[in-house]
């Protein structure tokens, strides 16, 4: 439809009501109806069906848009969802051993070296600066 170009200049002193008209006017007429219309009026209505067909293919296009990145969006949250059920599951199972751990140090008597390398695990920046 755009390689037919823009007719919009030409219709400027046309109403978007009339332009209406017209373009409906052009979908019904047949062949031969068409050839008994004066030649301006043949082809104001030519260019009203024209630019009517350019616009409806345009919103045409924008609701196909539209309706795919309304079904990306859907999968992305979906997909987000997933995998914010596995960050939690993965929390979940950590903070468990992590209890274990606990459990242990507060049952048996506290070990230096193993406090030691539980808190260089957790924080070795600090072991680089007390060098």
């Known amino acids: ?13 046309i109403t978007a009501t009339k332009i209406q008209h017209f373009a409906a006017e052009a979908r ?3 062949a031969s109806e068409m050839k008994a219309i004066t030649l301006p009026k043949r ?25 795919r990145m309304r079904s990306i969006h859907h999968k992305a949250k979906e ?13 979940e199972r950590l903070l468990g051993v992590f209890t274990n751990v606990l459990e242990i140090f507060v049952d048996e008597p506290v070990n230096t070296e193993i406090l030691g ?15």
């Open 1 to 13: 439809m755009e390689t037919l170009g823009d007719v919009k200049p030409f219709l400027d002193q």
């Open 28 to 30: 019904v007429l047949t």
């Open 43 to 67: 082809i104001t209505i030519l260019l009203c069906l024209i630019y009517s067909a350019q616009v409806q293919t345009r919103d045409n296009l924008i609701e196909m848009f539209l309706k």
């Open 79 to 91: 997909e987000l969802d997933k995998l914010r059920e596995k960050q939690q599951s993965a929390i």
């Open 117 to 131: 390398q539980v808190i260089r695990f957790w924080h070795p920046e600090e072991e680089r600066s007390n060098c």
